[in-house]
């Protein structure tokens, strides 16, 4: 059984999975995307930022990061979304800081 994560031998999905996925209102890249969660981090500056969608917030506020903090690391995703990713709380491997951004209680 296919699933949305699941490609053919060269590395596309299959037929219309990609024009389904643009529909679906639960995997649209906001807010409301069913893997969103609820952030609250503090910036290097002092300042606390609170928003639902770590990616969408790195997308929209480029202007906090450096350009090497941009930069695609794992799966396409900006080092900025994969290293503050670390430091939700629950995480395994979670760390207390990154590049002086830490978790907001």
Do not use: Q
Request: proline share 8%; with cysteine.
């Amino acid at each position: 059984m296919r699933t949305l994560e699941s490609r053919n031998k060269l590395g596309r999905y299959p037929a219309g999975v990609t024009a389904g996925r643009a529909k679906s209102p639960i995997l649209r890249p906001d807010e409301n995307h069913c893997l969103a969660k609820d952030w609250s981090l503090r910036a290097p500056d002092g300042a606390v930022y609170r928003f639902r969608n770590l990616s969408l917030f790195v997308r929209t506020h480029r202007d906090l990061f450096t350009p090497e903090e941009l930069v695609p690391v794992s799966a396409s995703r900006p080092a900025a979304t994969f290293f503050l990713g670390m430091l939700r709380p629950g995480r395994a491997n979670r760390r207390n800081s990154w590049h002086g951004w830490t978790w907001a209680e």
